[in-house]
């Protein structure tokens, strides 16, 4: 069974820092690029990051570029969502999302999700 | 950034009802439209890729059509589990946008 396990959310100050993480297991890992997603309270859902399998191509939404970094690390079936610089905006569940790459990515198991609230 | 807009916001229905929703890309994006349902408290589930393709495990009530710019998602039956927001998303090219999503309520 796929299963992926957010972790690392919380209350964080404006300004400030957090690491996400994601634990994958249930299938190969080091066979599919990997995405976060999150969804503000009671809105819809916004992607803001890809990393692909060997990770030579990243992508970043332009509301987090420059401020979040994505990576993984295939031996230990993990991915990563550095964020920096945080802003109440950025208040969010965070989904650690696996691509199913037909011709494009496409989202096909999500984990629960992790709560990050940045407020003073 | 490709924009996608969903028609109705919100729908009410019975068990049993034909239903369908609308998915709308301000430019083309040929057939790389997909669907997902998500119900309260919980993540979001695949349900068509490429705009028709049922996701493995996905009730055949669900069917999806269109190509370019135009797409609809149709439940052919609405069951009790069916009531959910559906959210149509492009991955014709980045940023992967989704559309604001469709509320559907028991009548």
């Known amino acids: 069974e796929v299963q992926l396990v957010e972790s690392g959310g919380g209350l964080v100050q404006p300004g400030g820092s957090l690491r996400l993480s994601c634990a994958a297991s249930g299938f190969t890992f080091s066979s599919y690029s990997m995405n976060w997603v999150r969804q503000a309270p009671g809105k819809g859902l916004e992607w803001i990051s890809y990393?692909?399998?060997?990770?030579?191509?990243?992508y970043y939404a332009d509301s987090v570029k420059g401020r979040f970094t994505i990576s993984r690390d295939n031996a230990k079936h993990s991915l990563f969502l550095q964020m920096n610089s945080l802003r109440a905006e950025d208040t969010a569940v965070y989904y650690c999302?696996?691509?199913?790459?037909?011709?494009?990515?496409?989202?096909?198991?999500w984990g629960q999700g992790t709560l990050v609230t940045v407020s003073s | 950034d490709i924009q996608m807009t969903q028609s109705p916001s919100s729908l009410s229905a019975s068990v049993g009802d034909r239903v369908a929703i609308t998915c709308r890309a301000s430019?083309?994006?040929?057939?790389?439209l997909n669907w997902y349902h998500q119900k309260p408290g919980e993540a979001p589930n695949l349900l068509i890729y490429?705009?028709?393709t049922l996701q493995s495990g996905v009730p055949s009530r669900f069917s999806g059509s269109g190509s370019g710019t135009d797409f609809t998602l149709t439940i052919s039956s609405l069951q009790p589990e069916d009531f959910a927001t559906y959210y149509c998303?492009?991955?014709?090219?980045?940023?992967?946008?989704f559309g604001q999503g469709t509320k559907v309520e028991i009548k």
């Open positions: 490429d705009a028709s």
């Open positions: 998303q492009q991955s014709y090219s980045t940023p992967w946008t």
């Open positions: 430019q083309t994006i040929s057939s790389y």
């Open positions: 990393i692909s399998i060997s990770r030579n191509t990243i």
């Open positions: 999302v696996r691509s199913l790459e037909v011709v494009t990515p496409i989202f096909d198991y």
